[in-house]
């Protein structure tokens, strides 16, 4: 790892800030840690805080943040977002059942609310700065602060003293895992993460759900309607029809979600037959030569949810075409594997390409497959890359499951009329926490 302190220049701004752009070209091998000198808030002397851009496996970039302060001792750690804002919040629930759970990777932001039921304790958010820690260590920094000022509560307010360090006690007692407890992430950021030691498999004791956040919500994190007035003319009634859109490919400028540089995608309205109409987005960056295809329903929520579930037995059903939204799972129970909505995206592929498109995903991650991926792991990533090269080569059936509350996903199926032999299709009606992530709850239809 390479060392290298920040150069100042007379452009960098009055204070002589720092320039980072040695944070926006990583070498993977040997990523450079950027240092400045910062004042210390415990002496008031000047440290040095360490800056690097990193990624985290199964989650996103992030600024991890150093500070030490030779003079006086002092050491802050501190990680904030390197990329854009989620759309949605994240609420994790967590089965804590025995001491191994304790030893779990926790990336939490400033605005991570956590919550332990069972002592009815909680951690409000933007109360504490963003880290990586583990669930131990939120404990160990819990009972650190009820700590801090028990001396002087002793000799001002016994009875508190005394309550306090009867919690405290029970904190430490989690830490022995005698009894099941329960803990609850909730970020409005949607970058709260917790560790899955199961690696490709199911984390049965972890559930995670996604939330539309609310108008105050975005309000705190600096998010706010853009007011365009000027900018963009309305369109007026009948100015366009459906027919007219459809096969018209659009243009508008974005920034690649990789590099972030200016880039364009192009938009296209069409028709799938036999099901409705979507739209399918493209970008390519000519900086980094980052290609995404996404896939978005053009007629809104269905009024139920829609479980697909189509048998793989040959190249026959190769050529299905499939719609994946970006609110549909995927489940292939042969090879014990789930992929949340979020992991594909919304594609319109066939079921070889979204079996192929899961493979890629894969062999890209390199938590997985890299030099520094855990043996074991490897191993049986290598054993599963196998299994669905197996399936590719029509050797190896198998079922996938396309599981949408929205209803806005689709597999073809091979028969004239209705489903085939091997493709059933049931809808359902969505629960409260379905309409809650979809943010059907919210919404006001009636005397609006």
Do not use: W
Not at 165 to 185: A, G, M, N, W
Not at 282 to 291: E, F, L, M, N, P
Not at 355 to 377: H, K
């Amino acid at each position: 790892m390479s060392i290298s302190r920040v150069q100042q220049s007379e452009n960098a701004g009055g204070d002589g800030e720092p320039i980072f752009q040695d944070l926006k070209a990583l070498d993977e091998d040997h990523p450079p840690v950027t240092i400045i000198e910062s004042l210390c808030m415990n002496c008031g002397e000047n440290g040095l805080t360490k800056l690097l851009l990193t990624k985290i496996p199964h989650y996103k970039d992030i600024i991890l943040m150093s500070f030490e302060c030779e003079n006086c001792g002092f050491k802050n750690n501190e990680i904030q977002n390197g990329g854009k804002i989620n759309e949605k919040g994240i609420r994790i629930k967590l089965e804590v059942v025995d001491k191994r759970d304790l030893n779990r990777q926790v990336v939490k932001s400033d605005y991570t609310n956590v919550t332990i039921p069972k002592l009815n304790f909680e951690i409000p958010s933007q109360s504490q700065k963003g880290e990586i820690t583990t669930l131990e260590g939120i404990i160990d920094r819990s009972i650190t602060g009820l700590e801090q000022d028990q001396p002087r509560r002793k000799e001002e307010n016994p009875e508190t003293a005394a309550e306090i360090e009867l919690f405290i006690s029970k904190l430490r007692s989690l830490k022995s895992v005698d009894e099941p407890f329960t803990i609850i992430f909730e970020d409005i950021t949607g970058e709260t993460h917790v560790e899955n030691p199961n690696g490709l498999r199911k984390d049965l004791q972890c559930s995670i759900t996604h939330f539309v956040r609310s108008e105050m919500e975005n309000k705190t994190l600096g998010i706010f309607e853009e007011n365009n007035d000027g900018l963009l003319k309305p369109i007026e009634p009948g100015s366009f029809t459906l027919e007219e859109l459809e096969g018209e490919v659009l243009t508008f400028a974005t920034n690649c979600p990789k590099c972030n540089a200016p880039c364009a995608t192009n938009m296209k309205m069409t028709n799938i037959p036999h099901f409705k109409q979507v739209v399918i987005m493209a970008t390519v960056c000519d900086q980094c030569g980052h290609k995404t295809n996404e896939v978005k329903s053009g007629c809104g929520i269905e009024p139920e949810g829609v479980r697909m579930q189509v048998k793989v037995n040959g190249r026959e059903d190769f050529s299905r075409d499939v719609l994946k939204s970006e609110t549909c799972a995927m489940e292939i129970p042969e090879l014990e594997l789930e992929v949340g909505p979020d992991a594909l995206g919304g594609r319109f592929t066939t079921v070889e390409g979204i079996i192929t498109a899961t493979r890629e995903q894969l062999l890209s991650n390199t938590s997985f497959c890299g030099d520094s991926a855990d043996e074991t792991v490897k191993k049986r990533m290598d054993e599963f890359i196998s299994k669905l090269d197996q399936v590719l080569n029509g050797v190896r059936p198998l079922t996938i499951i396309l599981d949408d509350p929205a209803g806005n996903s689709y597999i073809q199926s091979l028969s004239d009329s209705g489903c085939d032999e091997r493709l059933n299709i049931t809808k359902y009606e969505r629960n409260f926490q379905q309409n809650e992530e979809l943010g059907i709850n919210d919404m006001k239809v009636e005397n609006y």
